[in-house]
């Protein structure tokens, strides 16, 4: 039977006693909080089927973002045991453990896995679908049989892209950007490549239905009060991002369709083989660039790869950025600060992005230089409002240095970091030095490693006792922190230096005269802390399966809705809401006495009114 | 929804902006293809949110002063639960690898999708779920 979700049981409770409500929702972790089973109790009527019948049909949002970040957890861990036989290769130089074959194929899946499958699946599949319906109250995302497909396609999509390793020839090995002409079928023979292209495709269409949930799911399904202008940051983050997957996905998924095309269906989109020379009246110049009639352009690829792949990089980074977002002001025990401006510089981002994509193609000769170099050093202005606004709501804040806020504070570190050698990158002379050497390695690295890895993990620690109503324990997550941070510093700065002495990327083995060595190994065993320090990260989620601690509703003394709701939250999410008055309506009914501090825009508001009033 | 609207509208005007600059500037035509198509794809739904926001005025999510019980009354009807997403995802899963590995894979491939689209159409019509 269809459930229909009647708002009339979604009412605030008639202006509750509030001590009555204090004490159940902030309770301390342990202090007699309820197991998950319990705190199901009332939501766990007939709502389907159960069991490994309940993973396959469920249409529900919070199963389908698990089964989202189960697997983007997965994959996440085995492009990461790929990254560690890429590094052992490159300990030593004329390594052999690994042929040039295999480096090829490694370095190609570990870079498709976590750009493709884990980094932006893991957002806005997993995260994203899991909390945005919780932060603005609605009771799932719009198209709920849309969402589920969206999982499958998923999941196929990286099977058959893993499949690579099983086929004659082996995975692709064009590297996760596939250029043409490497990527066609004289260069790149096997099944390997197309099932990669096929691979992409699925996650593409994949990603595109997630995008519309998430824009159909923030535009129609907001509880009332809920305005556009108090949803948390991380929601509007996801709106943003979810616009990009919309301008960027359908350009690689097409891109790929006529890769294979080329490859296959014998077209000459990318390629210039088969190509008649063309001269006479077909043969004409637009302002000083030979153009030829009936030829493929290999810089074609170049253009459409990188108008997907430069939004991609945002599409991978804002998600996290609302991550960030939602845990500074709440270990700061402070509203977000400068709250429209984060709003704004999200979308200054966002439509800079889509404009900066062949700055990855300086080196082509054929792009307009200063155009690209304008815009991308633009965007250095919105991500420095974000850093200020960090800072600021950091500024006199009470921090609580929690697991999440630690890797909070490391990606701050680490973004920043990325960030300068992206304004230096943003340079063309500097790029045209240092493209395609270890310098631009370490600094993706940075970025992505920053943003999908130190705030994907603050996310995971923060949502945790919302998703199973348990909490990880602390000791072992700063464990895994600090493992984390000083095993991220020792792979990635000598990666800088060995890139400025000239290393370029994608070689499977180096000359020993150079003074190369040293840094690779100490890149190696920054990659081996790194890998311990996720090992420290299953021991705690082993251990927090097996021994429980009960979180209670908001073991944070959160501010936005997801908090209001029990951990796990009930089918269909809420019971009853609370009056939504401000960008942080938890806190606002947990803390009614502190309501006569405004914050955030009913700050502003109250400014606005203070100052016509008269003195009295 | 007129924040909405906006949101979509500047997109659009953005990325006309910007094509119209990128156009005159480099003369390069992949790239002003797909600003064109961005800008479209701001000013389609844009508008279209535009007109409807002048139909329906402000909706108890765009006030501020909206309470909770503003909103009572049926959301959605949304399907507990269905075994149609999968069986379209493992079609398309079948299809998509029948152009690597032997087109006779397309034959359960396509079955499912047909089976799949069926099931979900008349799973809407009747209303049920697995």
């Excluded at chain 1, 359908?250 to 989109?269: C, E, N, Q, Y």
Aim: charged letters at 10%.
């Amino acid at each position: 039977m269809t459930d229909v979700t009647d708002v009339t049981d979604v009412i605030a409770p008639p202006t509750p006693g509030l001590d009555e409500a204090l004490p159940e929702v902030i309770l301390p972790p342990g202090a007699g909080g309820h197991l998950p089973d319990d705190a199901h109790a009332h939501g766990h009527e007939d709502h389907g089927p159960t069991g490994i019948l309940k993973w396959l049909t469920s249409t529900d949002h919070k199963v389908i973002g698990l089964s989202y970040m189960i697997t983007s957890i997965v994959l996440f861990y085995f492009a990461g045991i790929m990254a560690l036989f890429l590094r052992i290769q490159l300990t030593t130089p004329h390594s052999s453990f690994l042929t040039f074959g295999q480096y090829n194929e490694l370095f190609t899946m570990h870079g498709s896995l976590m750009l493709y499958l884990f980094a932006g699946p893991f957002a806005f599949g997993g995260l994203a679908n899991y909390i945005v319906p919780l932060q603005i109250g609605a009771p799932d995302m719009a198209f709920p049989r849309l969402n589920a497909l969206s999982y499958w396609l998923y999941l196929t999509g990286s099977i058959t892209m893993l499949m690579g390793f099983f086929v004659a020839g082996g995975a692709a090995s064009f590297g996760w950007v596939a250029y043409a002409p490497l990527s066609s079928a004289t260069s790149s023979p096997g099944l390997g490549g197309d099932v990669w292209i096929m691979g992409i495709a699925l996650t593409g269409f994949s990603a595109i239905f997630t995008g519309v949930n998430l824009v159909g799911t923030i535009f129609y399904l907001r509880a009332p009060g809920m305005t556009m202008f108090r949803m948390p940051i991380f929601t509007w983050n996801m709106l943003v991002t979810a616009i990009l997957i919309l301008i960027a996905f359908p350009v690689l998924t097409s891109a790929m369709v006529m890769l294979f095309a080329d490859r296959h269906f014998g077209t000459h989109i990318f390629t210039v083989t088969g190509c008649h020379t063309v001269t006479g009246a077909t043969q004409f110049l637009v302002h000083g660039q030979l153009t030829q009639i009936g030829c493929g352009s290999p810089l074609l690829w170049q253009n459409l790869f990188w108008f997907f792949g430069h939004p991609e990089v945002y599409i991978l980074a804002l998600p996290f950025f609302g991550i960030v977002t939602e845990i500074l002001p709440v270990f700061s025990r402070k509203p977000v600060f400068g709250y429209k401006g984060m709003v704004f510089a999200t979308m200054a981002i966002a439509a800079l992005s889509t404009g900066v994509w062949a700055h990855h193609m300086f080196t082509t000769g054929a792009v307009l230089l200063p155009f690209f170099s304008f815009l991308s050093l633009l965007i250095a202005v919105p991500t420095g409002i974000k850093f200020f606004n960090w800072i600021g709501t950091m500024w006199h804040g009470q921090l609580a240095f929690t697991t999440p806020m630690l890797f909070c504070l490391g990606f701050l570190l680490a973004f920043l970091m990325g960030g300068v050698t992206g304004i230096m990158l943003a340079s063309p002379p500097i790029d045209f030095a240092t493209h395609d050497t270890y310098f631009v390695v370490a600094h993706f690295h940075q970025v992505l490693e920053g943003t999908a890895v130190f705030a994907g993990f603050a996310g995971v620690y923060y949502w945790y006792p919302k998703m199973f109503g348990r909490m990880l324990d602390e000791k072992l997550g700063k464990w895994h922190f600090w493992l984390l941070f000083v095993g991220f510093w020792l792979t990635f700065m000598p990666q800088y230096v060995v890139g400025l002495k000239g290393m370029p990327r994608r070689v499977a083995s180096y000359p020993s005269n150079l003074g190369w060595q040293v840094y690779n190994e100490l890149s190696t065993i920054g990659a081996f802390i790194i890998a311990l320090s996720f090992a420290i990260m299953l021991w705690n989620f082993w251990k927090s399966w097996r021994k429980p601690v009960p979180s209670g509703n908001n073991p944070w003394d959160a501010h936005t809705l997801e908090w209001f709701t029990t951990s796990p939250p009930p089918h269909h999410n809420y019971t009853h809401l609370p009056p939504i008055r401000s960008e942080r309506p938890t806190w606002d009914y947990n803390h009614p006495d502190a309501l006569a501090v405004p914050h955030g825009i009913a700050a502003e508001a109250a400014a606005k009114v203070r100052m016509k009033e008269p003195v009295a | 929804m007129r924040v909405e609207a906006i949101l979509l509208l500047f997109l659009g005007v953005f990325f006309g902006v910007v094509g119209l600059v990128y156009w005159f500037w480099s003369y390069e035509d992949a790239g002003t293809a797909m600003l064109v198509g961005t800008c479209l794809l701001g000013f389609l739904p844009g508008s279209y949110y535009f007109f409807w926001h002048r139909r329906m005025g402000y909706r108890v999510e765009d006030r501020n002063d909206a309470s909770i019980e503003e909103g009572a009354g049926e959301i959605n009807s949304f399907p507990g639960s269905s075994i149609w997403p999968f069986v379209l995802g493992m079609g398309a899963f079948l299809t998509v690898n029948s152009l690597v590995f032997g087109i006779w894979l397309i034959l359960p491939g396509i079955t499912l999708i047909v089976t799949a689209l069926v099931g979900v159409t008349a799973e809407s019509r009747r209303g049920g779920h697995v």
